[in-house]
Nanobody, 120 residues
């Protein structure tokens, strides 16, 4: 089992920045790929970004590439999502998730989510 807890959400104006953090406990964190997903009201959950377990490969949705950066610190069991140039359409509940192996495929463990709201 891996337990995930997100933090760092909040309300920010368009153009602003937020840094989300995902803290993990349980099984060795360094063997899991970590992804960030988001779900806006009335919409399906969508992929945002992911990082492989060594932290040397990162993947982004087209809608956030160039604005968001995912990083991980395996020594601290944390993954961060730096979000810059935020837009109102980035408003959603953001979840981190973990899966063993590569970043592609279904994720086995999920956090409770953190709300990000971007005002225009």
């Amino acid at each position: 089992q891996v337990q995930l807890v997100e933090s760092g959400g909040g309300l920010v104006q368009a153009g602003g920045s937020l840094r989300l953090s995902c803290a993990a406990s349980g099984r060795p964190f360094s063997t899991y790929a970590i992804g960030w997903f988001r779900q806006a009201p009335g919409k399906e959950r969508e992929f945002v970004a992911a990082v492989n377990w060594p932290g040397n490969a990162r993947y982004y949705a087209d809608s956030v590439r160039g604005r968001f950066t995912i990083s991980r610190d395996n020594a601290k069991n944390t993954v961060a999502l730096q979000m810059n140039s935020l837009k109102p359409e980035d408003t959603a509940v953001y979840y981190c998730a973990a899966r063993s192996g590569g970043v592609t495929g279904s994720y086995d463990y999920w956090g409770q989510g953190t709300q990000v709201s971007v005002s225009s």
